[in-house]
C-alpha cells in the first residue's frame, strides 16, 4: 500500500541521516560536502512538492569516489515503492555521451579519423542533396553535419523497434542539407543515430555491443543499458501523466538516446572524464580524448549568439556551462530529455575542480530543472570547499533604465523572424516600444486554416543595455544582431539555477520571395494532408491531430507555413519549384523540406520520413460492412463517416488499433481489437484511421 505523506517524508529522513554517516566515515580527509548534500535533498523536495517529478536521482562525485548518492518520490506510486539505487532512468540524450566516447575509441584504435567524411566508413550512406559527402564524423559529434535534424517518427515508442536507424538512413537518402556541412552548429540528433552505423561498419560489432563490451563493463556500469527489450517491473522509474502510470519508454535511437541508467552508475562515468580517461588503474579513454571533447567546437562557425548553453564540444551541450563560468569555473554539461516530458537529465562536470553532479528524474522532470538542480549542488560544494567565495543568488529583477531609441533602429528591425517551428514579428509603435506578435493558425478558418498574427506579451521598450523588455519582466530581453547577410532575433534570460543570464538564437530574419505563390500552390493551401506511415506505438499517437496543412504567410509573399501534425508553423519555400518546398533557416534546429509525390488518387506530401495521402480522397463509409484493405506497405487506412441524429458505434474486425476523429480533427476516441469506436450525433463528417496487418484486410459495420 503507498506511503503516507508522513510516513514518506520520516523515510527521506532516515536516508538522509545514513547517506550523511557514511559520507563521513568514508572520508578521512577533505570536506564532508554536508551543506552541498543538503542542498540537493532541499532541492529534490522542491521538485516533488510542486509536482514538477515522481521521483528524482542525484548523485556528487569526486576523482576518488562517489561522495553522495540519493533518491527521492516513487519509483511505483501505485505500489508505494520508492526508488532505490539500482532503479534505472531514460538518460536521454546523455546517451550521445556513450556514442561519443565510443567514437573515440575507434579513433585511439586508428579504426576512424574524426575529419574523415562519414560516407568513407558507411559506404551505402546518400543523400539528394551532393554536400553529403562532406560530412565527416566530427560533423555527427559536434551537430554541424546540416542535417535537417531529428526524424520523430517511430523515435520514441511503447515497443521496441529495431528497424529505426534504417529508417533513419532511408529517410536522409530523400533529404537536402538545411546548411552546407561546417557552416553551423545546431543541435541534431539524427548525426548521432548515425554512429549506430558506423560502429559496426567498422568493428563488426553492434552499437549496442561494443557499447556495452567497452563502457558500461569495465566502469562496473551493472545497472546501464539500453532497452532493447521491455524491462522487468521495478527496475526502473515509472513516468506518470496526471497520476496514470505510461508504458515504459523506448528510445530507439540507442545512440542519441536511447540508455538507460542509474545515479550510481552514472557517477561512476563521471569520474572516468575527472580521471582525464581513467578511473583508478583503469583507463577508458587517453587524456588526450578527454581533452579533444572538451574544445569549443562552435569556433569559426555562424553564432549570432554566443551562447554559453550551447557551446557544443564533441558530444558536450556546452564545454563552457555558464552556471559554473559565472562563478569562475569551467564546467563541462550534457543534458536530455525524452519526448512528452518523461524524464530529464542533468550531467555536469568540473574538471579542474575535481568534482562532477548527476541529476535525473521522471514524470514533467525537464534538462532546465535538473540542471538548476545540478548547479545548486556544485556551487554549495564550491562554496564549501573554498573554490568559490560564497554561493550564488538567483538575479534580482533590476530593472535596466530605458533609453531614447537610436535613429532608424525601429525600421531596421521592424518585420517577420522565424524559428524551425514559430513566425514572429516585430512591429514598432508610436511611442517608440516594440510588440512581438506570433502567427497561429485561425481555427476558424476553412479549408487551409489561414495564420493570423496575435500579440505575445506585453510591449517591450528599448533599454540602456542595448535590449528591448517588458518592464513586468526585465530579465527576459530582445535585441537585433545581424550576421550572416541576414538578422537574427536574440533573446536573454535568466536560466539554470538563475544566476546568470544567458543568450540563445530566437529568430531569423525571413522575407519575401519577389512574387505571389505560384497556382499549383496556391491551390495546395486550399486543401489537406492525413498521415498514413505512423505507428499506434509511437508516443506521438495520437496526441497530436493527424493533419498536415499549407498555408501563406501574411506580409511574405511567396512562401509558405506549414502544420504539420497540429503544430507551430514552419516556413518553407516553394518559390524553385512545384514540386518542392525547400529549408530556408540553416540555424533551424528541425526542419524538412516538403516533396509532393503523384499516386494515382491524387499528391501526396513527404514531410521529412512523414507520408500524407490528401484528405479529399478519403473514401465515405457507407452503412453496413465494408471491408478496408491493407496495403502491402502496411500504411493506415482512413475512411470517413456521416454522423446521424443518434450516436453511431462502429464495429471492426481485424483492426490492430484505430483512432476517430471529428470533422475539425479532434480525438473522439482510441482503441485496439475488438473495441467499438462511437461517433456522436451531429458531429458532422467524422474521420477513421485504422490499423491492420501488412497485407491483411478490416471489416468495419457501419449501422
Keep these: ?66 561522495i553522495w548518492t540519493e533518491t527521492f518520490g516513487f519509483a511505483d506510486q501505485g505500489k508505494g515503492v520508492a526508488p532505490t539505487a539500482a532503479t534505472m532512468f531514460s538518460m536521454a540524450s546523455a546517451s550521445k555521451m556513450f556514442a561519443t566516447v565510443a567514437v573515440m575509441k575507434l579513433v585511439e584504435k586508428g579504426l576512424v579519423a574524426l575529419d574523415t567524411p562519414f560516407v568513407t566508413y558507411v559506404k551505402s550512406f546518400s543523400m539528394a542533396d551532393p554536400r553529403y559527402r562532406d560530412i565527416t564524423v566530427r560533423m555527427l559529434l559536434n551537430h554541424s553535419s546540416g542535417f535537417p535534424g531529428t526524424d520523430y517518427r517511430n523515435v520514441q515508442t511503447i515497443s521496441p523497434r529495431n528497424d529505426y536507424l534504417d529508417q533513419v538512413l532511408e529517410s536522409l537518402a530523400h533529404e537536402r542539407l538545411k546548411a552546407a556541412p561546417g557552416y553551423t552548429n545546431v543541435y541534431c540528433n539524427d548525426g548521432f543515430t548515425l554512429i549506430e552505423a558506423l560502429i559496426p561498419a567498422v568493428t563488426g560489432k553492434s552499437y549496442a555491443q561494443f ?17 532493447l527489450e521491455p524491462f522487468a517491473d521495478g527496475t526502473f522509474a515509472k513516468v506518470y501523466t496526471n497520476g496514470i502510470p505510461q508504458p515504459q519508454d523506448f528510445l530507439n535511437a540507442l545512440a542519441s538516446g536511447g540508455a538507460y541508467s542509474t545515479a550510481a552508475d552514472m557517477a561512476q562515468f563521471a569520474r572516468m572524464f575527472l580521471g582525464r580517461g581513467a578511473v583508478g588503474n583503469l583507463r577508458i579513454l587517453s587524456s588526450n580524448s578527454i581533452t579533444a571533447m572538451a574544445e569549443d567546437q562552435t569556433i569559426n562557425h555562424l553564432h549570432p549568439a554566443r551562447s554559453g548553453t550551447m557551446t557544443f564540444g564533441l558530444g558536450w551541450d556546452t564545454v563552457a556551462q555558464p552556471g559554473l563560468r559565472a562563478a569562475g569555473v569551467t564546467g563541462w554539461e550534457k543534458g536530455g ?10 550531467f555536469l562536470v568540473a574538471p579542474d575542480e575535481g568534482l562532477a553532479v548527476v541529476v535525473m528524474g521522471a514524470s514533467g522532470f525537464h534538462s532546465p530543472l535538473a540542471t538548476a538542480i545540478a548547479e545548486r549542488v556544485m556551487l554549495r560544494a564550491l562554496a564549501e570547499n573554498g573554490r568559490i567565495s560564497r554561493f550564488p543568488k538567483p538575479l534580482a529583477k533590476i530593472r535596466p533604465p530605458p533609453a531614447p531609441v537610436p535613429d532608424g533602429l525601429l525600421a531596421s528591425i521592424a518585420g517577420v523572424y522565424a524559428t524551425d517551428a514559430n513566425l514572429f514579428r516585430l512591429d514598432p509603435q508610436s511611442d517608440g516600444s516594440l510588440v512581438l506578435m ?3 493558425a485561425n481555427a476558424g478558418a476553412a479549408n487551409g486554416s489561414p495564420l493570423i498574427w496575435s500579440q505575445l506579451g506585453s510591449a517591450i521598450s528599448y533599454r540602456a543595455d542595448g535590449t528591448f523588455a517588458a518592464d513586468s519582466n526585465p530579465l527576459d530581453s530582445l535585441r537585433v544582431v545581424s550576421a550572416g547577410s541576414t538578422q537574427f532575433l536574440i533573446r536573454r534570460k535568466p536560466e539554470g539555477y538563475g544566476h546568470y543570464l544567458d543568450e540563445s538564437e530566437f529568430g531569423q530574419r525571413v522575407s519575401g520571395a519577389g512574387g505571389t505563390l505560384s497556382a499549383v500552390w496556391q491551390e495546395r493551401v486550399k486543401n489537406q494532408w492525413l498521415v498514413v506511415n505512423d505507428l499506434p506505438e509511437s508516443v506521438y499517437w495520437p496526441r497530436s491531430e493527424p493533419r498536415l496543412r499549407i498555408a501563406e504567410i501574411p506580409g511574405i509573399a511567396g512562401r509558405i507555413a506549414l ?19 525547400e529549408m530556408m533557416l540553416p540555424t533551424g534546429r528541425d526542419i524538412d523540406v516538403l516533396d509532393v509525390i503523384t499516386k494515382s488518387d491524387g499528391e501526396w506530401l ?8 490528401p484528405l479529399a480522397t478519403v473514401p465515405l463509409l457507407s452503412s453496413g460492412t465494408t471491408v478496408v484493405p491493407i496495403g502491402a506497405e502496411g500504411y493506415a487506412e482512413w475512411r470517413s463517416i456521416a454522423s446521424g441524429s443518434g450516436a453511431k458505434s462502429v464495429a471492426m474486425s481485424g483492426a490492430r488499433a484505430w483512432s476517430i476523429y471529428g470533422p475539425d480533427f479532434t480525438l473522439l476516441g482510441i482503441g485496439g481489437a475488438g473495441d467499438r469506436a462511437t461517433l ?15 497485407g491483411g484486410s478490416i471489416s468495419v459495420t457501419v449501422p
Design 1 to 66: 500500500m503507498p506511503l503516507s505523506p508522513c510516513r514518506h517524508f520520516l523515510r527521506l529522513a532516515v536516508v538522509t541521516i545514513l547517506s550523511a554517516f557514511l559520507t563521513s566515515c568514508s572520508s578521512s580527509s577533505g570536506p564532508i560536502y554536508s551543506a552541498a548534500i543538503q542542498e540537493g535533498q532541499t532541492a529534490a523536495q522542491e521538485m516533488l512538492s510542486q509536482n514538477n517529478a515522481s521521483a528524482i536521482a542525484i548523485a556528487l562525485v569526486n576523482r576518488d569516489r562517489v
Design 606 to 613: 513527404r514531410h521529412g520520413s512523414y507520408l500524407h495521402r
Design 563 to 581: 502544420l504539420p501534425r497540429g503544430a507551430t508553423p514552419m516556413i518553407l519555400d516553394p518559390s524553385g519549384s512545384d514540386l518542392l518546398a
Design 680 to 694: 456522436p450525433a451531429g458531429t458532422g463528417l467524422g474521420y477513421l484511421q485504422l490499423y491492420g496487418a501488412t
Design 211 to 227: 557499447v556495452q563490451d567497452e563502457i558500461f563493463t569495465p566502469l562496473g556500469m551493472s545497472q546501464s543499458r539500453f532497452a
Design 438 to 440: 506570433w502567427a497561429v
Design 337 to 346: 530529455d525524452t519526448e512528452m516530458g518523461h524524464y530529464g537529465v542533468a
